[in-house]
């Protein structure tokens, strides 16, 4: 989440750390169903980039499913069914972003 910050009105960061080829796998366990059981809220200039899911089951810890995760501007892939399921998630990097990396770690 590169909008993390202590209060609730934080704005999108131009300068963020680059988050690419992470792999979610073999995750299990409970939510608040009061917040996005996934949230994937990457940078408007830095996008994160070739995310795997696989083998993810996320139940809410009391009462019914109420939230979809949250995706923005994030790319990656869902390699096995997930639950809840993910459909937010973009399937392919612009051109424009491919060429802005600059600095990686």
């Not at 499913?65 to 399937?91: D, S």
Request: hydrophobic share 30%; with cysteine.
């Amino acid at each position: 989440d590169q909008y993390y910050c202590l209060t609730k009105n934080c704005s999108n960061q131009t300068s963020a750390v680059q988050v690419k080829d992470i792999v979610y796998s073999n995750i299990k366990g409970t939510y608040d169903v009061r917040s996005p059981p996934m949230n994937f809220a990457c940078s408007d200039s830095v996008p994160c980039t070739n995310l795997t899911l696989t083998e993810v089951e996320l139940l809410p810890a009391q009462g019914q499913t109420r939230a979809n995760p949250f995706c923005w501007n994030a790319y990656g892939t869902v390699q096995t069914l997930t639950t809840p399921l993910v459909y937010c998630l973009l399937e392919e990097i612009p051109q424009a972003f491919k060429q802005n990396y600059v600095d990686s770690c």
